[in-house]
């Protein structure tokens, strides 16, 4: 049996509710018709017009993907922007898109538990839970086994494949013990990090004052956006596979980060 777009939807939205989602944030289905059978899925972090290409190639008919293709409505749709012909070729092939973003940051087992996991964190729990469910929201605290800092500093940079692992050099953490750690864009839950008693929060997008601020009394490790949410790839395979095993799953192989390093 063939499924569509809003079987697949539906599988993506039961483990990561879209109730989950910001208030900024546009998750779900982007572009075209949930009743579609879905031949093959493309999954990716960003939707770019490589990506497109490579969807094309591969015969796939919708791409799943984290970050949202549309964030604001758009005015025209003229080919001006890389967004608008990434819209236009999608129609004009008949190829679906999706998103689920901070709903799938927030849910149960979602992008900071993947990376707990990774890291082998015991005693989860959430940083920032949700009001009612506090076994959702944004970041997770966990513990570890004792770690001198920088060993364990060069276990992340090994574990996520960074290039230039960003960190504070002012904290006066020698073993790490305690973990807090956000897929993203977690620097405003550094707070929150120090109030769990973490010794790092590992994130990314961490801005210079943030480092000024709270350096002290955290260490702080930028992996870097992409490098910390690329894994949400191997989650939207498992969720899609473990329902529907036959469905046929491609990682993207022209994904690239935006971000290069000299």
Do not use: W
């Amino acid at each position: 049996m063939k499924q569509t777009v809003k079987d697949i939807a539906a599988v993506i939205e039961e483990f990561a509710p879209k109730h989950l989602q910001e208030d900024y944030d546009n998750a779900g289905l982007q572009v075209g018709n949930p009743d579609m059978e879905v031949s093959a899925v493309l999954l990716c972090l960003d939707v770019t017009e490589d990506i497109m290409a490579e969807a094309l190639n591969r015969q796939c008919n919708l791409i799943v993907s984290h970050h949202p293709l549309l964030f604001k409505g758009l005015k025209e749709i003229t080919g001006r922007t890389p967004a608008e012909r990434i819209v236009i070729e999608a129609i004009r092939n008949n190829i679906a898109i999706y998103a689920a973003h901070t709903n799938l940051d927030s849910a149960r087992e979602g992008v900071s538990y993947e990376i707990a996991h990774i890291l082998r964190l015991n005693n989860l729990s959430v940083l920032e839970p949700r009001a009612g469910e506090p076994e959702t929201g944004l970041g997770i605290v966990g513990d570890v086994q004792p770690t001198p800092k920088i060993e364990f500093l060069r276990k992340i940079k090994e574990a996520f494949k960074v290039k230039a692992l960003r960190y504070s050099s002012q904290s006066p953490q020698l073993v790490v013990r305690r973990v807090a750690v956000c897929g993203g864009s977690g620097a405003s839950l550094i707070k929150a990090a120090i109030a769990a008693n973490a010794d790092i929060i590992i994130t990314g997008d961490v801005k210079y004052h943030d480092f000024t601020s709270y350096g002290l009394d955290i260490i702080i490790a930028d992996i870097g956006h992409y490098e910390s949410e690329i894994i949400t790839k191997d989650l939207f395979s498992r969720i899609i596979r473990e329902r529907f095993p036959g469905m046929v799953t491609y990682f993207s192989e022209r994904e690239t980060n935006p971000i290069k390093y000299l």
